[in-house]
């Protein structure tokens, strides 16, 4: 049974910063490229930061600079680790795992990020 669950989610003020994570089971973790999702209330799911299987990041436009996506293949796990924040990056952080051999991917059910003062 495959299993992404995600992590680290909370409420935090603007310009602070959060590590989420997104531990994986159930799935030869290092066959699979990572992405992180968000999705702000009343808008679509947006794709945040990519990883390759072999470790290639992108990156949203809209937190280069400021967010960065790594993994952890020993854990299975991966992160991504938010400086400088910003009201707008308030919404629901989601994992996905998909797949770089099979058409298949998986989503964890996210965490919650609130940016406040």
């Known amino acids: 049974q495959v299993q992404l669950v995600e992590s680290g989610g909370g409420l935090v003020q603007p310009g602070e910063s959060l590590r989420l994570s997104c531990a994986a089971s159930?799935?030869?973790?290092?066959?699979?490229?990572m992405d992180w999702y968000r999705q702000a209330p009343g808008k679509q799911r947006d794709l945040v930061a990519h990883?390759?299987?072999?470790?290639?990041?992108t990156y949203a436009d809209s937190v280069k600079g400021r967010f960065t996506i790594s993994r952890d293949n020993a854990k299975n796990t991966v992160y991504l680790q938010m400086n400088s924040m910003k009201p707008e990056d308030t919404a629901v952080y989601y994992c996905?795992?998909?797949?770089?051999?099979?058409?298949?991917?998986?989503w964890g059910k996210g965490t919650l990020v609130t940016v406040s003062s």
């Open positions: 990883i390759y299987s072999g470790g290639v990041t």
């Open positions: 159930g799935i030869i973790f290092t066959t699979y490229h």
């Open positions: 996905k795992a998909t797949s770089s051999t099979h058409f298949r991917s998986y």
